[in-house]
């Protein structure tokens, strides 16, 4: 069964930083593409960024570039996401994702329930 269990969210003043973590099971983490995404309160998804399968092929949405980071370690089947210099308006649910293949171009069939990060003075 594949599982997708974030941690790591929680309350950061503005300008704060929290690392964000996926822990994948149940499929072989090293051949899959995967994701970040956000919903904050009353609004839809948002795409955060994607990483490929060696973490050396990134990319990310125009509201993160430059603040976060995202990052794999194949050998602990888990997925990161590093944030600096955190704003209100990053405040939402955070949820890591499976692609269906090695590239970032292929469809998502599996993603985690979320954590929350709330950045708030």
């Known amino acids: 069964e594949v599982q997708l269990v974030e941690s790591g969210g929680g309350l950061v003043q503005p300008g704060g930083s929290l690392r964000l973590s996926c822990a994948a099971s149940?499929?072989?983490?090293?051949?899959?593409?995967m994701s970040w995404v956000r919903q904050a309160p009353g609004k839809g998804v948002e795409w955060v960024s994607d990483?490929?399968?060696?973490?050396?092929?990134?990319r990310y949405a125009d509201s993160v570039k430059g603040r976060f980071t995202i990052s794999r370690d194949n050998a602990k089947n888990t997925l990161y996401l590093q944030m600096n210099s955190l704003k209100p308006e990053d405040t939402a649910v955070y949820s890591c994702?499976?692609?269906?293949?090695?590239?970032?171009?292929?469809?998502?069939?599996?993603w985690g329930k979320g954590t929350l990060v709330t950045v708030s003075s």
């Open positions: 990483i490929n399968i060696s973490g050396g092929s990134t």
């Open positions: 149940g499929f072989t983490f090293s051949s899959y593409a």
């Open positions: 994702r499976k692609y269906t293949s090695s590239s970032w171009f292929g469809g998502v069939d599996y």
